[in-house]
């Protein structure tokens, strides 16, 4: 019978913080600059150089533990992590080694199967390196103004059982990062960052296999396929009779495959000490209050918060939730609603998942650079909602609505795009009329055509006077002929 | 403590030493660590680390960018630059 195995799977990621300065010194944390503009003797490592504590490092991190059901540590301490590379000016990198900031804590993700914590077991203070370049041929280039940026490390148990679960606790991660607006969560340009440690047994043992740990996970696809990829190659090693070895491995993505890092021989020995230049981080439970009354509601709560107070799917409300500034957009769309309730909600959400999106993904945008505002978008709905135009209709003007800054109601005025021109519509108030008269439509069937004024003035009697009335002859015809009177 | 662990430190500081050099540095190091080592039969139960001198808590500053060095001053240092960049040998990637 063939061994069915099971992948066990960590992942440690790092996140960058978006500080306004770096993590020990007050050179700017920001990109894009030349390089080699953002240092100072701290961030440079010169001797005698003294690092000062940002004090959003601590903040965020906190922030951080405290969403992701951690527990604060009291006291927590820097540590030094030596290892010589040309873009550690210091020769170590300050992170924290006993003692984090924050440790045992969770995620809950949603899997097929149903609710799965994956736990996680710390979350940590440290630093950036700097950048090496080494597309010359003969130098290694180095760039030091991402050296001292802050950092926190996120270590998750090894619960992961498959590429999808990771995906999905990477996503959930990166979720929170960006809501607390800790983090841009970018992983193509590596202000997230992903290592897997990756697993597999039979199923049923109780001890884990030899593991790798597989880097340059760039992006959400390449985390799924490098695991997917490892674990595959992994089981392929066991059942050809041989031993998995412990790697360090990195994922080639014009390849498709994990590949073995070229690495010295030995493993790294960072001998770890206590960083004597940086006094004990203490975090009181006011502090701790305080930061927790500062975190926004987080998209696991909104998604519930959607369902139950708009009424949307939960489809809907997860990809609303997914990102903040798009729940925002829906909820000042829906609060902007002439005639608020949950069937035009779930309009609003419609237009949004499909007009929206569509047009922020067609031009790389954020929903902050959509040129439909929310109120914009609420009107389209009030209107088709109202009967003043159709969907089809909405449909049509929705590019205009982009390019200009009138809410819909203006531009249908403008347009003289009101229901009296909406073929729909009208078909439809005719169709209302046509019921609600049976008796003349049998006379006028039975021949006293002359009815057919009077049933073409209901219409524009109930249009509020404003239809079209050639319009309205036209399908009124129409729908009288399509009526058999036998 | 042996030869083979002095290498490995020597190594891992990027140092070099003769064979005489790291016999002496083996004698030396056996020393010190047996000083050390001393602390071992001191019964320390319930005796939390001590990782600073000062007692002090909490040294930070806020977050607020400040000014930095040019890169014109952040490179006057280095042995081998270009206009921007440090340089340093061939690193594999
Ligand atoms: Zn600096």
Redesign the pocket.
């Known amino acids: 019978m063939p061994v069915d195995y099971e992948p066990i799977i960590g992942l440690e990621v790092h996140a960058q913080l978006k500080t306004a300065s770096?993590a020990?010194?007050?050179?700017p944390a920001t990109f894009g600059s030349r390089p080699n503009v953002?240092?100072?003797?701290?961030?440079?490592g010169h001797p005698g150089a003294l690092p000062v504590l940002n004090s959003n490092l601590v903040n965020y991190a906190v922030k951080m533990g405290l969403a992701t059901n951690c527990s604060i540590r009291g006291t927590s301490t820097f540590s030094r992590k030596n290892y010589f590379y040309p873009d550690l000016p210091k020769g170590y990198q300050i992170s924290q080694y006993a003692d984090p900031i924050c440790h045992d804590g969770y995620l809950t993700i949603e899997t097929l199967e149903g609710e799965k914590h994956v736990g996680l077991t710390r979350i940590h203070m440290e630093e950036d390196s700097g950048k090496s370049i080494h597309d010359l041929d003969v130098d290694t280039l180095v760039d030091l103004n991402r050296?001292?940026v802050p950092l926190v490390e996120i270590v998750s148990e090894p619960d992961i059982r498959s590429a999808k679960e990771a995906y999905l606790y990477l996503q959930q991660l990166r979720q929170i990062l960006i809501y607390l607006d800790i983090c841009d969560g970018n992983m193509e340009e590596g202000s997230l960052r992903c290592d897997a440690n990756i697993s597999v047994r039979p199923k049923g043992t109780a001890e884990f296999g030899i593991k790798t740990e597989v880097k340059n996970l760039n992006s959400f696809r390449n985390v799924e396929k490098a695991i997917e990829y490892e674990i595959l190659r992994q089981i392929h090693v066991l059942e050809s009779g041989d031993t998995v070895v412990q790697h360090t491995m990195m994922w080639d993505a014009s390849a498709q495959q994990t590949r073995i890092m070229r690495t010295k021989e030995h493993v790294h020995d960072y001998r770890y000490f206590p960083e004597p230049d940086l006094v004990p981080v203490v975090v009181t439970s006011n502090t701790i209050d305080e930061l927790r009354s500062e975190l926004p509601e987080l998209p696991s709560a909104k998604k519930k918060r959607f369902m139950e107070q708009y009424g949307l799917p939960a489809y809907d409300s997860e990809i609303l939730s997914a990102d903040r500034n798009l729940a925002n957009y829906f909820e000042s769309a829906c609060e902007s609603l002439r005639s608020p309730g949950k069937s035009s909600y779930k309009l609003v959400s419609n237009w949004i998942m499909t007009e929206h999106l569509r047009i922020m993904s067609d031009m790389k945008i954020s929903v902050s650079e959509l040129r439909i505002t929310p109120k914009q978008t609420g009107s389209l709905v009030d209107a088709v909602a109202d009967g003043t135009i159709s969907n089809k209709v909405a449909k049509e003007i929705f590019p205009e609505l982009l390019a200009s800054d009138r809410t819909a109601t203006q531009l249908i005025q403008e347009r003289g795009l009101s229901q009296m021109s909406d073929e729909i519509v009208i078909r439809n108030l005719v169709r209302e009329v046509l019921e609600k008269h049976a008796d003349n439509v049998r006379k006028y069937k039975q021949g006293k055509t002359n009815l057919k004024g009077f049933l073409v003035g209901q219409v524009i009697k109930e249009s509020g006077g404003t239809a079209n009335p050639a319009m309205v002859n036209v399908v009124m015809q129409e729908e009288l002929d399509l009526i058999s009177m036998d | 403590m042996t030869s083979n662990d002095i290498a490995r430190i020597a190594e891992l500081a990027r140092l070099q030493f003769s064979e005489e050099e790291i016999a002496a540095f083996t004698n030396e190091f056996i020393r010190i660590v047996d000083y050390v080592g001393t602390i071992a039969s001191l019964n320390l139960e319930g005796v939390e680390p001590m990782t600073t001198v000062s007692g002090a808590v909490n040294v930070s500053r806020e977050d607020v960018a400040g000014e930095?060095l040019t890169s014109e001053e952040a490179l006057s240092n280095a042995p081998r630059k270009n206009e921007a960049f440090f340089k340093v040998p061939k690193v594999l990637g």
């Not at chain 1, 020990?24 to 050179?27: D, I, L, N, Q, V």
């Open positions: 770096k020990f010194c007050a050179c953002n240092t100072c003797p701290i961030c440079l050296s001292g | 930095c």
